[in-house]
Nanobody, 113 residues
Framework: QVHLAESGGGLVQPGGSLRLSCVAS????????MGWFRQAPGKESELVAT???????HYTDSVKGRFTISRDNAKNTVHLQMNKLKPEDTAIYYC???????WGQGTQVTVSS
């Protein structure tokens, strides 16, 4: 079993930046990939970004060029650097893993002036 704990959400103005972090613990040695989903009110959940154990990354089109996913293997942590944030990025962001399938509790990101 894998436990995921997110941090780093908050309120930011349009054009600003935030960095989300997700620390994995437990049975982390079998994790194949990690990523971030987001859930906005009234919308379906969306897979925002993923990173494999080999470092390959994938982004949904709406965040390409603005968001960067990275991992620090020594600290069992995945980061999501979000730049040039827009109001439509407002959502609860959830960290997730594949291999052992697990979800974090979510962290709120609000982009508003």
């Amino acid at each position: 079993q894998v436990h995921l704990a997110e941090s780093g959400g908050g309120l930011v103005q349009p054009g600003g930046s935030l960095r989300l972090s997700c620390v994995a613990s437990g049975n982390i040695f079998n994790i194949d990939a990690m990523g971030w989903f987001r859930q906005a009110p009234g919308k379906e959940s969306e897979l925002v970004a993923t990173i494999t154990s080999g470092g390959s990354t994938h982004y949904t089109d709406s965040v390409k060029g603005r968001f960067t996913i990275s991992r620090d293997n020594a600290k069992n942590t995945v980061h999501l650097q979000m730049n040039k944030l827009k109001p439509e990025d407002t959502a609860i962001y959830y960290c997730t893993s594949w291999g052992p399938r697990s979800w974090g509790q979510g962290t709120q990101v609000t982009v508003s002036s």
